[in-house]
């Protein structure tokens, strides 16, 4: 699904009928309108991927405190700058951290945060599979992240992989079905993207998302039904054409078969003459 301008006439969806490839032949797209304006997964969409990576990490990792290993000075103070949304100065403070306790996995993922916060995703992906390594507590969140950096790279398919691993490490995770869904919408996988559409829903019943998705699920379902529609009558057609290359196939063999019994009659003929002479 295309990034770029939209046609005046988009409604709903990438176009579902791509005919790039060779020799198939051009048929009129269905209307279609970028989930990127129905969910807004350009900038702003990037920000907002950016701050619920934040308050997860808070939420989860903070409240959480009682389990992970005793934190040292440099990281409590660089953690509660990542906390107030201060990357540039958290990031110092948090690679020192790290240095001096390698084995803690919550410098991992804030510091991978950070760094998408950045705009480094390169550099965010590296170190967030540097602690999924070792992450015992919030694989979850890893994964979660580390779909977001492949998101932002625009390679979508490690994306979707990414995410599958978070739900499947934590399925109550409505962000991650909800991210996994953006990028099946980008890979054009309609079905898996309903699915998950459809589970964030479920999970998220309050989400402020929750009219913009609810507009996307009718009209993928609405687009799905088309183009089942649509293949039934093709179905349709392709059996009707079969049928009529069988009869036509049948009827040649009646034809041969009344030839053969009039050469064999002709043959009877012949014979009867040999005798009398």
Not at 25 to 32: A, F, I, L
Not at 89 to 112: K, M, S, V
Not at 121 to 150: E, M, Q, S
Not at 198 to 216: I, S
């Given at each position: 699904m295309a990034l770029g301008?939209?046609?005046p006439d988009a409604t709903l969806l990438a176009q579902a009928d791509r005919t790039s490839q060779p020799g198939v032949k051009t048929r009129k797209h269905v209307p279609t309108m970028r989930i990127r304006d129905t969910l807004g997964l350009g900038e702003p969409t990037m920000t907002n991927r950016i701050r619920a990576a934040v308050a997860l990490a808070a939420a989860?990792?903070?409240?959480?405190?009682?389990?992970?290993p005793?934190?040292?000075?440099?990281?409590?103070?660089?953690?509660a700058l990542f906390v107030q949304n201060k990357p540039a100065e958290a990031r110092t403070l948090l690679e020192e951290a790290l240095a001096d306790d390698p084995a803690n996995e919550t410098i991992y993922l804030y510091l991978g945060i950070v760094y998408q916060q950045l705009g480094d995703p390169d550099r965010a992906i590296t170190i967030l599979k540097r602690g999924l390594n070792i992450a015992t507590l919030h694989k979850d969140l890893f994964l979660y992240n580390i779909g977001n950096n492949f998101f932002t790279r625009g390679e979508f398919t490690f994306a979707e992989e990414s995410y599958t691993g978070a739900v499947m490490a934590n399925r109550s995770m409505p962000?991650?079905?909800?991210?996994?869904?953006n990028s099946r919408m980008k890979l054009e996988k309609w079905d898996g993207a309903l699915a998950d559409y459809q589970l964030f829903l479920q999970l998220a019943p309050r989400d402020p998302q929750r009219p913009q998705v609810e507009q996307v699920v009718a009209?993928?379902?609405?687009?799905?039904?088309?183009?089942?529609?649509?293949?039934?009558?093709?179905?349709?057609?392709?059996?009707?054409?079969?049928?009529a290359v069988l009869n036509s196939l049948t009827n040649a063999s009646d034809d041969a078969l009344n030839l053969t019994v009039e050469n064999l009659q002709v043959n009877d003929d012949v014979e009867d003459v040999d005798i009398e002479d």
């Amino acid at each position: 699904m295309a990034l770029g301008k939209q046609r005046p006439d988009a409604t709903l969806l990438a176009q579902a009928d791509r005919t790039s490839q060779p020799g198939v032949k051009t048929r009129k797209h269905v209307p279609t309108m970028r989930i990127r304006d129905t969910l807004g997964l350009g900038e702003p969409t990037m920000t907002n991927r950016i701050r619920a990576a934040v308050a997860l990490a808070a939420a989860f990792l903070l409240g959480a405190a009682a389990s992970l290993p005793a934190a040292s000075a440099l990281f409590e103070k660089g953690s509660a700058l990542f906390v107030q949304n201060k990357p540039a100065e958290a990031r110092t403070l948090l690679e020192e951290a790290l240095a001096d306790d390698p084995a803690n996995e919550t410098i991992y993922l804030y510091l991978g945060i950070v760094y998408q916060q950045l705009g480094d995703p390169d550099r965010a992906i590296t170190i967030l599979k540097r602690g999924l390594n070792i992450a015992t507590l919030h694989k979850d969140l890893f994964l979660y992240n580390i779909g977001n950096n492949f998101f932002t790279r625009g390679e979508f398919t490690f994306a979707e992989e990414s995410y599958t691993g978070a739900v499947m490490a934590n399925r109550s995770m409505p962000v991650g079905y909800l991210n996994r869904a953006n990028s099946r919408m980008k890979l054009e996988k309609w079905d898996g993207a309903l699915a998950d559409y459809q589970l964030f829903l479920q999970l998220a019943p309050r989400d402020p998302q929750r009219p913009q998705v609810e507009q996307v699920v009718a009209l993928l379902q609405a687009h799905l039904a088309k183009q089942a529609a649509l293949a039934k009558a093709e179905a349709d057609r392709q059996k009707a054409l079969l049928a009529a290359v069988l009869n036509s196939l049948t009827n040649a063999s009646d034809d041969a078969l009344n030839l053969t019994v009039e050469n064999l009659q002709v043959n009877d003929d012949v014979e009867d003459v040999d005798i009398e002479d």
